[in-house]
């Protein structure tokens, strides 16, 4: 048993998990220690690669916890439901979320090392180091015409139906609900990595960028009206790119310390 549970049935661990994320980010925004841990500040600092990678990854979990968690708990629930009569319940959910962490783990270290080939060809490439924002431009058109593709509908269409997802993959004990959760996870990288790279760019604990593309992926996924505002959300994406293509002046604050 991992906790108390909730009415819903989700375990207390969970949404707990979810609040210390976010007052960590505060206290990482508020004091300044954020900046310590953007994956810029590691890149051209003095640290190893290795010794870099390794912080961030930490900030990075912290990071899931804040933003994905919130969109998973749909998948909790019934998941909480349908094993409910296992032997070894609390294995089974921990098993679970460290499936779908795993993924997401994965997507924030290929975002990491990528960043750091980026840098590397900036460096070698003048011309790009005196137009930096035409990356940052690059990075909101791309996430902007991600929301108009096949996969990111289809990715969608199974995050936003989590009990029929379930009832095809469910097995009791925990390997299996750590494959679950790693399907599930995937699933949700094919949705969401477009605008998890948006906050990749931003960086760590930057609040403003963290709660609005938290509430646009968790709507998406639980709202009324998420399937309309999926291309919304890409009109305007691919509008601010443009906009920060043209005229370097519409690059988003956190985004042009990154650069």
Do not use: N
Not at 72 to 89: G, H
Not at 148 to 158: G, I, N, R, V, Y
């Amino acid at each position: 048993m991992i906790g108390a549970r909730r009415a819903g049935g989700i375990p207390l661990m969970i949404p707990a998990a979810i609040a210390a994320a976010w007052v960590l980010a505060v206290i990482a925004q508020t004091t300044g220690s954020a900046k310590l841990l953007h994956h810029d500040a590691l890149v051209e600092g003095t640290l190893p690669v290795w010794a870099a990678l390794a912080l961030f990854i930490l900030a990075w979990q912290a990071m899931i916890a804040a933003m994905m968690l919130p969109s998973i708990l749909p998948l909790v629930r019934v998941f909480a439901i349908a094993s409910a009569q296992q032997a070894r319940r609390g294995a089974a959910m921990v098993a679970l979320l460290a499936g779908y962490a795993a993924v997401w783990t994965g997507f924030g270290i290929l975002a990491f090392v990528g960043d750091v080939a980026l840098h590397r060809f900036v460096d070698r490439t003048p011309w790009l180091a005196s137009h930096s924002w035409l990356i940052a431009g690059g990075i909101l058109a791309m996430a902007g015409a991600f929301q108009f593709t096949p996969l990111k509908d289809a990715c969608l269409s199974k995050c936003r139906l989590p009990g029929t997802y379930l009832m095809r993959h469910y097995r009791r004990g925990a390997a299996a609900a750590f494959r679950l959760g790693r399907g599930h996870g995937l699933t949700c990288v094919g949705c969401c990595w477009a605008l998890m790279l948006l906050m990749f760019a931003a960086g760590i604990a930057h609040l403003w960028w963290m709660a609005a593309l938290t509430a646009v992926m968790v709507y998406e996924k639980v709202g009324q009206y998420g399937k309309r505002a999926v291309p919304l959300v890409g009109a305007l994406l691919l509008l601010w790119g443009v906009l920060v293509i043209v005229h370097p002046v519409w690059l988003p604050a956190p985004v042009s310390g990154a650069l």
